[in-house]
């Protein structure tokens, strides 16, 4: 039996270089992209595991293991982390799309790899300084990401849909923790981030039982958020990433991360009241005089009862 060497993950010097965003190969990215400029196409790299393109305040990030299912090696771990860590950090971005190349969202971790790793797989115990085992699954971002999920996000890539905001959902896919049957434990977040999402109950069917659970089932739990035709998941999550990037971009992050804070972090109503205060007052300031102004002044005709395409 392979032992695991509990130590530092060891990432690369690239870890802050610059991130290169390539054209996304697939028959799917290629008709969203096709526009890239020349600058944007330089350094292309469309053979790595992972690919990325911006599309003006949207990064759109792929893994491109379509061979192995998106099943995510260590490799791969490494370059989903230095992406979204990259988004993360680039004030001109608002959101990020996640998707799988090929027909397939993530298998997990690649399991092949650990069976032959003898070893090699190191793991940190302090869960706080180093990526997971499937890279940013682990990550708290300041900027909401969407998943586009199609085919199979299992296990490890469920954990990986679960670290979204919001899962676009093709109707064929399939979600669960399939993990369950080979003896690989959830140390992705799949069990802190699941039950919060769905509810202990449902959360605890999925996670002893391993069994499948399919795009409908998915969204009457609250697992997806919109559900689209095959071939669809990735279009409709640039959609949605390009109409949440329009709104006021400290607002919606005051509210997002006073959501989170109240679900994760807080330690009671009235804490989790006063957080929601004092990060949403500098923004009344920021933005919400402007938009007042504006609604006054007619430029936001409709106000907030104008219809919405969300």
């Given at each position: 039996m392979m032992?695991?060497?509990?130590?530092r993950i060891s990432v690369n010097n690239g870890f802050r270089r610059a991130i290169h965003h390539v054209t996304l190969n697939s028959v799917k990215g290629q008709r969203f992209y096709s526009n890239m400029s020349k600058e944007e196409r330089k350094g292309a790299d469309p053979g790595?595991?992972?690919i990325s393109e911006r599309r003006g305040t949207v990064m759109v990030i792929g893994i491109n293991r379509p061979e192995a299912r998106n099943?995510?090696?260590?490799?791969?771990?490494?370059?989903?982390?230095?992406?979204?860590?990259?988004?993360?950090?680039?004030?001109?971005?608002?959101v990020a799309v996640l998707y799988g190349v090929g027909g397939n969202f993530c298998a997990g971790f690649d399991l092949k790899e650990l069976a032959q790793s003898s070893g090699s797989l190191k793991l940190e115990e302090d869960v706080s300084c180093c990526p997971s085992p499937m890279g940013p699954s682990r990550m708290r971002l300041s900027k909401p990401v969407i998943a586009a999920v199609s085919?199979?996000?299992v296990a490890g890539g469920l954990e990986l849909a679960l670290l979204a905001d919001l899962r676009v959902v093709?109707?064929?896919?399939?979600?669960?923790?399939?993990?369950r049957r080979f003896g690989v434990p959830l140390i992705d977040g799949g069990t802190v981030r699941l039950p919060q999402l769905i509810g202990l109950s449902r959360a605890l069917d999925l996670i002893l039982t391993g069994r499948p659970v399919k795009a409908q089932e998915a969204l009457t739990f609250g697992l997806a958020n919109r559900v689209v035709p095959d071939g669809q998941a990735l279009q409709v999550a640039l959609e949605l990433a390009e109409q949440v990037s329009a709104f006021p971009q400290l607002c919606l992050r005051a509210d997002r991360n006073s959501a989170y804070h109240a679900v994760f972090d807080s330690s009671s109503f009235t804490q989790s009241m006063q957080y929601e205060f004092d990060h949403g007052l500098p923004v009344i300031v920021a933005e919400a005089v402007?938009?007042?102004?504006?609604?006054?002044?007619?430029?936001?005709?409709?106000?907030?009862?104008s219809k919405s395409k969300l």
């Amino acid at each position: 039996m392979m032992a695991l060497t509990l130590r530092r993950i060891s990432v690369n010097n690239g870890f802050r270089r610059a991130i290169h965003h390539v054209t996304l190969n697939s028959v799917k990215g290629q008709r969203f992209y096709s526009n890239m400029s020349k600058e944007e196409r330089k350094g292309a790299d469309p053979g790595g595991t992972v690919i990325s393109e911006r599309r003006g305040t949207v990064m759109v990030i792929g893994i491109n293991r379509p061979e192995a299912r998106n099943a995510v090696n260590q490799e791969t771990a490494q370059r989903l982390t230095k992406e979204l860590s990259a988004f993360d950090q680039d004030n001109s971005l608002n959101v990020a799309v996640l998707y799988g190349v090929g027909g397939n969202f993530c298998a997990g971790f690649d399991l092949k790899e650990l069976a032959q790793s003898s070893g090699s797989l190191k793991l940190e115990e302090d869960v706080s300084c180093c990526p997971s085992p499937m890279g940013p699954s682990r990550m708290r971002l300041s900027k909401p990401v969407i998943a586009a999920v199609s085919g199979y996000a299992v296990a490890g890539g469920l954990e990986l849909a679960l670290l979204a905001d919001l899962r676009v959902v093709e109707e064929s896919s399939i979600m669960g923790v399939f993990c369950r049957r080979f003896g690989v434990p959830l140390i992705d977040g799949g069990t802190v981030r699941l039950p919060q999402l769905i509810g202990l109950s449902r959360a605890l069917d999925l996670i002893l039982t391993g069994r499948p659970v399919k795009a409908q089932e998915a969204l009457t739990f609250g697992l997806a958020n919109r559900v689209v035709p095959d071939g669809q998941a990735l279009q409709v999550a640039l959609e949605l990433a390009e109409q949440v990037s329009a709104f006021p971009q400290l607002c919606l992050r005051a509210d997002r991360n006073s959501a989170y804070h109240a679900v994760f972090d807080s330690s009671s109503f009235t804490q989790s009241m006063q957080y929601e205060f004092d990060h949403g007052l500098p923004v009344i300031v920021a933005e919400a005089v402007t938009g007042a102004t504006k609604f006054t002044l007619g430029a936001g005709r409709g106000g907030t009862f104008s219809k919405s395409k969300l």
